[in-house]
């Protein structure tokens, strides 16, 4: 795999994975197809040496692995760590909000988004969708769906620079006010459209043209009750991933055809039926996620929406740019560059060892969820993969684990921000983070190996460390290293305007942690051994 290919296949996981649900989707029917067997939590586990599994917990965590050719206590386990997640705006249980004549929904801010960065740009709605089904016994089940409008539906205004005149001074965002996404303008029609109507209707007639009638749409379709209760035959679904086949919008792995919906031109002609396209009042927030979750799943039988984690994300495809396109613009690169190049590698995992990737979920909010990395995912396939919690801990004390997650490069405007003698540029190679409060996890053993690694892997490497007089943020590798007893360096491609709805990097730094990780998990001597 080279550059070209690589950065192309990493473009189309970022823009079919707007949540971390969909990540996970993708992620699993890339192992699936790659051979993994996905294990279900609630069912007994039987594992064979040299084999490939996967398993998915609340649809936003995976954990994939090569069990490897030897015993994991007498070669210690490689481990990977990312996370799904990435900041965004969820939308609230009961969001709508009308006021002049526009309907806006209220948001949550999730993580710590820049929010100044969400402003005056298309929105794109996607998350997941808990429903009420008919199954084929025509029981009432509960399932769970993707849903991705993949389109810009909203948009949030900034307020005019000629009514705050300090705008560009001291701006104060209020997430409570200034975040509410315009959805809807509450009109119920056009003079204008009709005249349209009526000048089209004319010069149609002039020419021939036979009308049978008009069709007055909303613009979506208004089903009726008796259609929304057979809307398909019903696919009972166990988890998010279950069904590799399912529509959850761009599949990062396949071509896309056109979109099958209206492009919402008010006129158009469909053989000799005239339609006129009228603008009808705004649908209720859970009736419109429950005509998308139908679209995207015609064969299941969805009665009724009764619980969602909808969240707002850029709807702007990744794109190279600079006057070399040397640099990489995309929603999202922290952390999902990670886990991508966990992915690539994870596949390649050959040798004696038990290689795992861990993408957890929750890490931009703490991480103590049921998916997140400070929950009990990890330790608890671990104690399945090796039941004797002797020679679980044997392993574990011969074991490395590498932590991903975006670092900051050096922003050219505001070097005060940095330390002067530890400079992380664009397109110079994964960055070592290191922090004397060890809110990394990196010490100088495990920042050892990861440089002995890069070595390997013919590729340079960098070193960030905060500046003294400013905190330092954290990851998920000193919770995993703390709770599991695993050596653990923290390590991320360079990056710049994290946690902007839009985030750079370099056009070679994804390639080059995935470089360094291909050396991880193929690797077949350890040298970690003569440390312990």
């Given amino acids: 795999m080279n550059l070209e290919k690589y950065n192309e296949d990493l473009f ?34 039987k594992i064979k040496k040299d084999s490939r599994y996967y398993v998915v917990r609340n649809d936003g965590g995976i954990i994939a692995f090569y069990t490897g050719e030897n015993q994991p206590w007498e070669t210690g386990m490689r481990l990977c760590g990312a996370h799904t997640d990435s900041p965004a705006l969820k939308v609230k249980p009961f969001p709508e909000t009308d006021a002049s004549g526009i309907t806006s929904l209220g948001v949550e801010v999730y993580g710590g988004a820049l929010l100044n960065s969400w402003f005056d740009r298309g929105l794109n709605l996607a998350g997941r ?17 993707l849903v991705n409008f993949n389109k810009p ?28 996404p315009v959805v809807y303008i509450n009109s119920t029609g056009s003079k204008i459209v009709n005249r349209m109507a009526g000048s089209l209707e004319f010069d149609l007639q002039k020419r021939g043209g036979n009308i049978n009638q008009s069709v007055v749409e909303s613009s979506l379709p208004d089903l009726k009750d008796s259609e929304l209760s057979h809307a398909g035959k019903h696919s009972e679904i166990s988890s998010v ?3 590799p086949d399912r529509n959850c919008g761009n599949d990062f792995s396949m071509e896309q055809g056109e979109p099958s919906a209206s492009d919402g031109s008010f006129i158009e002609f469909q053989g000799s039926v005239y339609r006129e396209r009228t603008i009808a009042p705004c649908k209720p927030f859970k009736r419109l996620l429950l005509e998308q979750a139908i679209m995207e799943n015609p064969n299941s039988h969805i009665k009724e929406v009764l619980g969602f984690d909808m969240f707002f994300t850029d709807v702007q495809e990744p794109f190279y740019t600079g006057f070399r396109q040397e640099m990489i613009s995309a929603p999202r690169l922290d952390n999902l560059l990670s886990c991508h190049a966990g992915l690539k590698s994870i596949v390649r995992a050959q040798g004696p060892a038990l290689s795992i990737l861990f993408c957890a979920d929750h890490e ?14 990890l330790n608890s396939v671990l104690s399945r993969l090796i039941p004797d919690s002797e020679k679980r801990f044997m392993a574990s004390a011969k074991s490395f684990m590498i932590s991903l997650d975006n670092a900051h490069a050096h922003h050219p405007a505001h070097g005060e921000r940095y330390d002067s003698l530890h400079p992380v540029q664009l397109n110079q190679g994964p960055v070592l983070k290191t922090n004397a409060s060890m809110r990394y ?47 653990t ?28 990780l291909n050396e991880l998990f193929s690797m077949a001597d350890q040298p970690l051994l003569s440390l312990t």
Wanted: neutral net charge.
């Fill in 153 to 180: 539906l909203a948009v949030i205004p900034s307020l005019p620079i000629h009514l705050d005149r300090d705008a560009n001074n001291k701006r104060h965002l209020n997430p409570q006010v200034d975040m509410r």
């Fill in 12 to 45: 189309r996981f970022l823009n079919s994975s707007p949540t971390s649900f969909h990540a996970v989707f993708n992620m699993a029917k890339f192992l699936s197809a790659k051979g993994f067997v996905r294990l279900n939590e609630g069912k007994p586990w």
């Fill in 129 to 145: 969708i808990t429903a009420l089904c008919l199954d084929s016994d025509h029981k009432d089940v509960l399932s769970t769906y």
């Fill in 364 to 377: 931009e909010v703490g991480s103590e969820t049921l998916g997140g990395a400070r929950g009990s995912f």
């Fill in 241 to 243: 991933a279950a069904l």
């Fill in 441 to 487: 996890a990196s010490d100088s053993e495990s920042s050892a190996f990861f440089k002995h690694l890069c070595n390997r892997a013919g590729i340079a490497y960098q070193t960030f460390v905060m500046r003294s007089d400013m905190p330092c943020g954290s990851t998920i590798g000193p919770a995993v290293s703390s709770s599991t007893g695993i050596r």
């Fill in 489 to 516: 360096v923290d390590v991320g491609a360079p990056t710049l305007g994290m946690h902007a709805i839009r985030e750079i990097t370099g056009t070679e730094d994804p390639f080059m942690l995935f470089l360094m």
